[in-house]
């Protein structure tokens, strides 16, 4: 393809990602949020924190959640569709029947704000305004005097998901409510839902409760909601129960803003439905005993989706579905699959295989993760590594006992510290590789969400032919004084809990690249500046270790001295800006050894240049160092780097 | 770039050398030529024009070098000059191989031979110079003016290696019984020879036999960044630390040959239709001489447009411009702007802060590793790194850092381990996940269970009893894995070095195969490669008794796979309440499927059917309602309301062990999309149910059916004409 993608240009093409092949079925996801609006659901929660006086009601805190969602699935999962149904309202509003159509509603007091499909930004627009109570919104969130009945409202997510999305591997319906007990002991409405509440399941809809306690009333499921849900999701069977009804106490407090952030962090905890990697994949502990196990990608990095084509003749602008039809080179003839024959390169010709001895080429046995033995844990270097972990966790699929063993063998591996060594073959065509398998803990949040779930992780290892070279280089171990210093640096400077959570950092570039869309998709003003929390904090680390950052400094200074003075060589680099005294006398050897020289003195030598404007008298090979140290880009003719470094200057 | 290389291989074809000797299954010219081939086809698959190999045939039947007036060089024949190796040339050279009719020939005279053609190549230029010489020692050789020969090779830097069949090398234990005295006496003319000339002599086994070993390609050293480790911000504060460093892989996923696409030239193959459409990109190089032809890539564009048939239209490209999609929005954006969506940095590895090593889990590496070292040749730089290094290792701490490879690259979130070697020190860089890159699957612990209920419990069926724990503990210390290194040591490390990429390796020797040997089947894959696809026989021999102990522990059963889908026994699926809702449905006496609620309708029916007429009637009924739908789509509009409802029904009837319900269904739908009766054109929709293996389901799939695997392809067949 033509269109270059910025994020593209160095990747390698993973022929993986979830594949399913057995199913029929898209791997979509399609999430509808049905949100109860009542009286109880729109009265706000006080705060109890006096200093934010943001008064939540639990409606509003479910419509930020659903506009949280919305904004996080544009950029995770741009192919998967939601919406957001209210129900309980006054008003009614079903596809283009409202108040106004004549005849009975089919859904009354439900109220379809955003359509189930990919968002659009007029979307993302308006659930943001209904968010921020403005305008039409108020007239929206009114409660209705008649009472909702639960079969129409789960059929009318029924006849949502039938109409919008079809055939999709995953559908889910949200229901946010504080309602434990909406029909009472009205039988007939009861057992209406619960049918409708079968339908759902049958037609592949799992139900998923966010629960809010009420102030004076602790939401209890066993009222109404233990008949509508089920103990398995239709589509994803090892899905436990565990999970849907873990929600109770998560989103019980009372004050607004807690209620807030336990629904977000429930929600967000399902922002993905679960997708296998893999299923029923024999793990075999040892000649004739196996288990059967299911993978999953739990870590996977996130790219923003490539640029595409986009048609401006119309209306609006429109995105140009690419077609690639593959054609013969001497006749233009279109090639069908099954004529595609591949051919090695090689002397000059080609080298050719036919298609089952091609296919042989990669086929080393059926999938299976073979135990081949164990080893401490602390026998896997650091730097073994090739991509990515798999996740497993055991099934009962195929080998009923599968989950005690596979618990027996987690416990074992946790507790004498070891891991197994593994021979991986992940799918019939994949080639095998070596893995390291792991036992990992399970880790909850401070709401006591799940993070990390127990399970193993498969640690693909390198080959002996993907382990590169060390570069030559001449090794100068630092004398304990030295080390002494900066050992002070690295205590001041830990982490929060001195651990990397990698929640706290969200992606910057791929944050900025969907924040500049979104506001050009609203023609908003561009925002200025990113927020970007991977930047250092600059002024915590000057004040935290700025003092002994210099004593380093000079202790570097004193043990350099010593051993430029037992090697004549003379070697200056820049190590600290502005150091008391540093090395500002020009390097003597700079024009001799490119890499000795200092830069330090290559930016004096600049400045001074800039500021007599002659900046192009000096030397391509000057001009290039001091833009590398500024970290910028260095490439281009002596008149682009000079043009660059002016640039750079200016903005000073 | 690669040192140039010159190899004059010469390669023994005397009468003897087409006997099969000591009971091998090959004969000594073969045998050589495994070894040669090897050698000549792992510099052909480099693809360096550099790389120059020639070959010289000794002891053949004619004559054809240009010192041939010379009787000594008779029987010598340069079968290819000094050059690139191409295809060609091996085809060529497999038909030239073969055993002559004669034992004339002087191997000395050869080597002469062979030294003038790299002398003539070479002249005085950097070259690496290299004569491998192949004979089993059964020809005359004369011994006169050796010193010279040595002289000369030792001169020019040539490297000689010297291998024959049964040559006695009692380092590797080979020695050949009841040898012939003339062969003795060459094996000890030609060893003086290779000694002398620091070169190397061998017995052909032992070369034979090092083939299977992997060779791994050592690739060029390169810096993917120059620039500065930093701490702090050295614009605003002078307390800021910048160590000018070099990163570099230290692993790296090495590749597969990749294999092209090609078709059958088209005069070969039947049938053609012109296309119209602007040809784009990805033009690949035209074979030559053979049967193939290249495939070009065509890309067109379209868009939805109501008012066209099949509600699409093609549109130039051209007339398109670049942008986005914000959800299903289109965003353009100007060629101006190109680069708006870029978040602005400036490259360098600046330093975030510092967690403790065992606070971190290994498994969130997400990428293959670096390694940085200071600048070269910066000894300042070189002290300042190693201090950070070493403070690093003695507090057991990693270094999280905000790493940015290029100006306005994407940055990245590493982890910075220290690595101290007795010679080496570096940091090993590992990349981070970001929020975005974590999906929270969520999954029940494993040493309890909780119930519905929210009870937690300690004794279940999925959980070990305290008999499996200990078998448990018992098998993974009997299978402890105590490798050795080559001194026999025993090592804690792993045995990444042994292990070699089995695809690699295996696609790699399959193309030298095929290329020498081009009528013989591919050869299984070497037995390296597979080295580690089961525990070795000692440790499962060391550990038989605890395996059967955690077997009996485990009781693990194995499902049958015919119960697996079986339905008809199955329990309902029940909510949390554990409700019967069946008998409710039953109060409400559903009796005819309604289309908009068809899925779930269907479903229930077939669960509470009694009798195999009231699965036939929900099938006809479902049918009819499939039918309706494809009918009434506009476009595609209604195909995967189509394919859901026909998977649906597929899968329950394989459950259900009624395969031919759906088979005759299929059938007819199939016939009545042919016959455009139902709605017209409805090709594409053949087409989304064939690439959803929703075809007839065959024996394989149901014990019940009548259709066999290839009835079944055949039915789904590419031909839309049956």
Redo the contacts between chains.
Sequence with gaps: ???GN??REDE?VEEEEEID??S???VKDAVLFAIDVSESMLAPRPSTDSKKSIQESPTTAALKCAYNFMQQR???N?HDMMGVLLYGTQASKFYDEDESSRGDLSYPNCYLFTDL????????KDLRALVDDEGEARDILVPSEELVSMANVL?CA??IF??KA??FVSRRLFIVTDNDNPHGADKALR?AA??R????????VSIELFPIARPDHEFE??KF????????S?NDPEA??????DS?SSTAAGDGISLLNSLLSSI?????P?RSHFTNMPLE???????SVSG???????E??R????????E?????????????????????K????????????????APE??K???D??EPVI????????????????????H?I?PS??????????????????LR?K?MA?V?FIARKAA??V?G?M?A?E?KVDENGV??????M?I?P??????????????????PEP??D???V???Q???P????E?????????Q???R???A??LDED?PEK?E?K???K?RQ??KR???Y??N??DE?EK??AK??AA?PQP?????????KDFDDEPSKSSKK?K??ES?ESVEQDVRNHYKTNTLSKLTVAVLKSFL??????NVGKKADLVERVEEFLESK | MAEKEATVYIVDCGRSMGERRNGRSVTDLEWAMQYVWDRITGTVATGRKTALVGVVGLRTDDTFNELDDDPEFSRISVLSGLKQFLMEDIRQLGEQIKPSNTNKGDAISALVLAIQMIITQCKKLKYKRRIVLVTDGQGPMSSENLDQITKKIKEDNIELIILGPDFDDPEYGVKEEDKDPRKAENEALLRSLAEDCDGAYGTLEQAVAELEMPRVKNTRIMATFKGFLQLGDAEKYDTAVRIPVERYYRTYSAKPPSASQFALRSDLAEGQTQSSATVAGNEESQTDGSSLTTIRNLRTYQITDETAPGGKRDVEREDLAKGYEYGRTAVHIDETDANITTLETRAAIELVGFIQSDHYDRYMHMSTTNMIIAQRANDKASLALSSFIHALFELECYAVARLVMKENKAPTMVLLAPSIEPDYECLLEAQLPYAEDVRTYRFPPLDRVITVSGKVVTQHRNLPNDDLLDAMDQYVKSMELNDTDENGEPTESLPIDDSFSPVLHRIDAAIRHRATHPKEPVPPPAKILTRFSHPSEDLVERSKKCLDKLIEASDIKKVPPKVKGRKRTREAEKPLSGLDVDALLHQEKRHKISPNNAIPEFKQTLSQAENIDTIKEAVQQMGAIIEDQVKHSLGDANYDRVNEGLGTMREELISYEEPALYNDFLKRLKDRLLKEELGGDRRELWWLIRRSKLGLIDRVQSDRSEVTEEEAQAFMSAKWVV
């Design positions: 393809m033509a269109d910025p994020y390698v092949e057995t029929y079925k898209a544009i950029i995770s741009p499909d990919i968002p659009s930004a007029q979307e993302v059929f029924n006849q039938t109409s079809p055939n057992s619960t049918v509440a079968k339908d759902l399941y049958d037609l592949g499921n066993s909601y233990d008949d509508i849900i089920y103990k398995t239709p436990p129960a565990y999970l849907l009804s109770k967000n905890s399902r922002t993905v679960r502990l040892g000649p004739n005993l196996r288990i999953y990608i739990l870590f996977k990095r996130q923003p989706a640029n595409s084509f986009i048609w401006l003749g119309g609006k602008p429109e995105i140009a579905k690419g077609i690639t039809t593959q054609i013969a080179d001497d006749s233009t003839r279109t090639i069908e099954w004529e595609i024959r591949k051919a090695y390169k090689f002397g000059g010709d080609q080298v050719t295989f001895e091609q042989a080429l990669r080393f046995g073979r135990i081949i033995g164990f080893k401490p844990l602390s026998a896997l270097p650091f730097w073994a590594n090739i991509k990515h972990p996740f966790y009962e699929e195929d080998y009923v006992g599968s989950t005690r063993v596979f618990s027996a063998l987690h416990q074992t591996l004498e070891k060594l021979w080639g095998p070596l390291a792991m990992g399970e799940q993070k990390y779930p127990p399970g992780w640690l290892l390198p080959f002996a032919d993907d382990i590169r070279q060390n570069p030559e280089t001449s090794l100068n171990v630092a030295l080390i210093h900066m050992r640096i690295i205590q400077l830990q982490l809990k001195a651990s990397y990698p929640l706290k950092y969200p992606n910057p570039s791929l900025w690249h969907y500049i869309l979104q050009l998709a561009l990113p970007d991977t930047i250092p600059y680390i000057d270790a700025g003092e950052v210099i380093w400094a570097l043990q350099y051993i430029s090697t070697t200056s680099t820049l190590v600290k800006r502005g150091a050894v890499a000795e830069y590398t140290s500024q970290g910028l880009s």
